[in-house]
C-alpha cells in the first residue's frame, strides 16, 4: 500500500499544475454561478490572470530534476513540458488582463475558464507520449479554442470565425486520427511513442510508416498554421476577438510545434529508418513556403488584423527553419531545440502585445485597418510605443528580443549547412520590413481626422508597457531564459 500511495503521489505531483488550473477555473466558475450577481467581470480577469501565474511560480518551484513517465506512460514529464507549460499559462493570464477592458467581450466567467482549460489541454498535448493522449488533448484545446473564436454571439464575423476555424478543425483532426490509427495498427496494437519507434525497423512497413506520418503532419500543420494548411489563418483572426486571436496565435501554434517535436523526435526518429526521412525532408520545403506564402501575403493586406495573420504564418516559417536545424543536424541538435523554444517565448509575448494594441483601436477608432492606427502616437503615446515594439521585434529588428531570436535560429541553421534556407529567411525578413513597418509609419507619420486624446485602459495599458520593456530588457538579459532552454531541450534529448 505504501508503494501504491508513493506511485500515485509522484502522478499527483506530475501533473500538479494542471490539477491546480482545473481547480481554480472551477471554483471561479462555480462562485460566479451562486454568488448573488456572480464576479464582477474586472475581478473575474484579474483572479484569472492571478491564479494562472501562482501556478506558473508552483511549476518553476515543482520543475522535475529527470524525465519521468507517468499516468500509464500516458504523460512525459520533463523540463521541455515545464518551459512549455510557462508559455501556456503566461499566454492565458497575459490574455486574461488585456480581455477585462475588451467591451465586445461581455461573456462572463465562461470565456475565461475556457482560457484556462485552453492552457491545461496545450499542457497535456506536449506532455503526451503515446498517440491516444495525444489525440485527445489535442481535441480537448481545439474546441476550447472553436469556442473562444465565435464567443461574441452577437457579432457576425465571431461567428463566421468560430465556424470557419471548426470546419477546417474537424477535417485535419480527422485526417490526423487516419494517421494515428496507422501507427496504431502498424506498432501491434501499442500507443507510445516508443512502441512506434520499435517497430520502425520493419523494412516492409515503411511505405505504410511514410502514409502515416505524412496524414499525422496534417494536423500538426493545421496547429502551426504552416503552408498549406494556413488558409484558415486570416478569417479566423479577423473575426475572433482581439484578445483570442492573440492567444490562438501564440499559445495554440507553440502547442503545434511542442506536439510535432515530441512525436517525430520521439516516434519516428531521425536515422533509425527510411521511413523517419518522410518528414525529416519535408521540414524544408514547409519552413521555405511558409515563410514566403506568409511574408507576401502580408505585404498586400490592408488590414492590420489580418496582416498579422499572416505575418503568423511567416513566423511559423521561422521556427521550421529551427526545427528543419534540428532534424538534420545531429551534433547540434539540443541547441537547435533551444533556439525554437526560445523564439517561441519571444514571440508569445511580442503577438500578445500586438493585439492587445490593436483590440484598443478597434474599439476606440472603429477598425482595425492601417488608417485606424494613422496619428496613434499623439493619440495614445505609450501605446504607440508598445505596438511599436511589438513591430520591430516581430521584424527582428534590435534592440528588441526578435533580433536575438532570429540571430539564434539562423545562427543553428548556418551550423548545419543550412545555407540557402538561411538565405531565403534574411530575404523574407527583408519583406516583412514593408508591412510591419508599415504600421510604425501610420502611428508616427501619419495624421488622424481627430488628435483627441484615446482612452486606454490602466490594465492594459499597463501591461502593453510592461510587456514592451521586457521585449528590450530580454535582449540583454537573455541569457537565463537561454540557458533554461538549452537545459529543456538536453531534458527532451534524453527523454
Request: aromatic share 12%; with cysteine.
Amino acid at each position: 500500500m505504501g508503494g501504491f500511495t508513493e506511485v500515485n503521489l509522484a502522478e499527483f505531483l506530475g501533473i500538479l499544475p494542471e490539477i491546480l488550473v482545473l481547480l481554480w477555473a472551477t471554483l471561479l466558475l462555480a462562485l460566479d454561478l451562486f454568488l448573488p450577481g456572480g464576479i464582477p467581470r474586472r475581478s473575474m480577469s484579474l483572479l484569472s490572470a492571478g491564479g494562472l501565474l501562482i501556478v506558473a511560480l508552483v511549476t518553476v518551484l515543482m520543475r522535475p530534476a529527470e524525465p519521468q513517465v507517468i499516468l500509464g506512460g500516458m504523460v512525459r514529464n520533463d523540463l521541455f513540458l515545464t518551459v512549455f507549460r510557462l508559455i501556456f499559462l503566461l499566454a492565458a493570464a497575459l490574455t486574461c488582463l488585456v480581455s477585462v477592458d475588451f467591451r465586445p467581450l461581455r461573456a462572463g466567467s465562461e470565456y475565461y475558464v475556457l482560457v484556462m482549460f485552453a492552457a491545461v489541454a496545450m499542457s497535456l498535448m506536449v506532455g503526451a507520449d503515446n498517440i491516444l493522449m495525444l489525440y485527445l488533448a489535442t481535441e480537448s484545446a481545439s474546441f476550447t479554442l472553436y469556442l473562444l473564436a465565435g464567443v461574441q454571439r452577437g457579432d457576425r464575423l465571431s461567428a463566421e470565425a468560430g465556424l470557419k476555424y471548426f470546419v477546417f478543425g474537424a477535417v485535419t483532426s480527422t485526417t490526423m486520427l487516419f494517421g494515428l490509427s496507422l501507427f496504431f495498427g502498424l506498432s501491434g496494437g501499442q500507443l507510445s511513442y516508443k512502441a512506434i519507434a520499435s517497430a520502425l525497423s520493419q523494412p516492409e512497413l515503411r511505405l505504410p510508416f511514410t502514409l502515416a506520418a505524412l496524414l499525422v503532419l496534417v494536423g500538426f500543420a493545421f496547429k502551426t498554421s504552416a503552408v498549406p494548411f494556413q488558409f484558415w489563418a486570416p478569417d479566423v483572426y479577423q473575426g475572433a476577438p482581439s484578445p483570442v486571436a492573440g492567444f490562438i496565435s501564440t499559445a495554440s501554434k507553440a502547442a503545434g510545434f511542442g506536439i510535432l517535436l515530441r512525436f517525430f523526435f520521439n516516434a519516428m526518429p531521425p536515422g533509425v529508418s527510411e521511413a523517419s526521412l518522410s518528414w525529416v525532408w519535408l521540414m524544408q520545403p514547409i519552413a521555405i513556403l511558409t515563410m514566403t506564402v506568409g511574408s507576401l501575403l502580408a505585404v498586400v493586406q490592408s488590414n492590420v488584423k489580418r496582416m498579422l495573420a499572416y505575418s503568423s504564418v511567416a513566423q511559423a516559417g521561422y521556427v521550421f527553419v529551427g526545427v528543419t536545424a534540428m532534424a538534420l543536424g545531429a551534433l547540434n541538435r539540443a541547441e537547435a531545440l533551444a533556439a525554437v523554444i526560445f523564439y517561441l517565448a519571444t514571440y508569445m509575448l511580442t503577438n500578445i502585445v500586438a493585439f492587445a494594441v490593436l483590440g484598443v483601436v478597434e474599439q476606440r477608432v472603429g477598425g482595425s485597418d492601417f488608417q485606424h492606427f494613422n496619428g496613434l502616437a499623439r493619440r495614445a503615446p505609450y501605446l504607440a510605443l508598445g505596438m511599436a515594439a511589438s513591430m520591430l521585434s516581430l521584424l527582428g529588428a534590435p534592440p528588441m528580443v526578435g533580433f536575438a531570436a532570429k540571430v539564434i535560429i539562423f545562427r543553428e541553421a548556418i551550423g548545419v549547412d543550412l545555407v540557402p534556407l538561411v538565405a531565403i529567411g534574411i530575404v523574407n525578413v527583408l519583406i516583412s520590413v514593408a508591412y510591419y513597418l508599415n504600421v510604425v509609419r501610420a502611428m508616427y507619420v501619419e495624421r488622424a481626422e481627430t488628435e483627441s486624446p484615446l482612452f486606454v485602459p490602466s490594465t492594459l495599458g499597463s501591461v502593453v508597457m510592461i510587456v514592451a520593456v521586457g521585449l528590450v530588457v530580454l535582449t540583454f538579459a537573455s541569457e537565463p531564459f537561454w540557458g533554461l532552454a538549452l537545459e529543456a531541450a538536453r531534458a527532451f534529448l534524453r527523454s
